[in-house]
């Protein structure tokens, strides 16, 4: 289970790493989805796309009270209760995250149909059963999977769908690319890469049944060239905010990713099954 000590590294990376991911992402803290490699899709609707992706898994409809683990600055949360008509809850274990996020609902007109709540993933503020639905986009990747999980379908009424986005292993690992995984890991306080295929069993062991799981890496991967260019066109900002050797260390992070590769990027949807799974026999 991951340790107080590794949750609060994740929060302290948040804190710190909020002006880079505003530069990057505008109000959405994610990568990119682009239909086909050079379908002419900007940036920013590529953005938006991947928040799509994953308001199509979830398919929460009007009135259907939704979880959003890792909400960031709101962008995915309000896209997905205006898309929808859902009441939408998100979570961030930072502060400053829940005060842009309720200022950006507040801002949209949406406060009334979004709210946030500063919490800890791994212990969720929230009654058993409590969600028809679930999302969490890019999240996942700085929490063990395992407690996450759990804690997910804990909170899901029976029936109710978890759609995420996350990182996974799906193709071999060379040595110079395990290299530029563990410098990903560490720049961006990332929990172990799992095997695509460990996924199933993990979400059969939280208590939920997998229903799709898709390796979506080759329509994500421009994400990082946008990264670098954006990073590059802010390079005077960024650099008095952080410093020259760190983003320095982020930008060959972006360089050694294109050349090298970094992890895959995994879609996936689970459901809640609506009959608890009788106990095994052990006789």
């Not at 990332?190 to 993990?202: G, Q």
């Not at 946008?226 to 905010?241: G, I, S, Y």
């Amino acid at each position: 289970m991951i340790t107080e000590t590794a949750s609060r590294k994740a929060q302290a990376y948040y804190e710190q790493a909020e002006a880079m991911y505003v530069s990057l992402y505008g109000p959405n803290f994610h990568h990119g989805y682009w239909p086909l490699p050079d379908d002419g899709t900007t940036y920013e609707q590529a953005l938006d796309n991947l928040t799509d992706q994953i308001i199509d898994r979830v398919g929460a409809g009007q009135g259907d009270r939704v979880l959003d683990l890792g909400c960031g600055i709101g962008g995915p949360a309000i896209r997905l209760a205006r898309t929808t008509g859902a009441h939408v809850v998100g979570v961030s274990n930072v502060a400053t995250q829940i005060e842009q996020a309720t200022a950006r609902a507040r801002t949209e007109n949406m406060a009334g149909q979004v709210e946030f709540e500063q919490a800890d993933a791994l212990e969720l503020p929230f009654p058993d059963e409590s969600f028809d639905a679930a999302i969490a986009i890019e999240s996942l990747i700085h929490m063990d999977r395992a407690p996450a999980l759990s804690e997910i379908a804990r909170v899901l009424r029976p029936g109710g769908v978890l759609a995420a986005a996350d990182f996974c292993l799906n193709a071999f690992v060379t040595p110079e690319r395990r290299q530029v995984l563990d410098r990903y890991r560490a720049l961006d306080s990332l929990s172990s890469f799992h095997r695509l295929d460990d996924f199933p069993p993990m979400l059969r062991d939280a208590g939920l049944e997998p229903v799709e799981l898709l390796d979506a890496s080759g329509h994500v991967e421009r994400s990082v060239k946008m990264w670098w260019e954006r990073t590059e066109a802010d390079l005077e900002n960024l650099t008095n905010h952080y410093g020259k050797q760190e983003l320095s260390d982020f930008i060959g992070l972006f360089d050694d990713v294109i050349t090298h590769g970094g992890p895959e990027y995994l879609i996936f949807t689970a459901r809640k099954p609506r009959t608890p799974r009788p106990a095994p026999d052990h006789a």
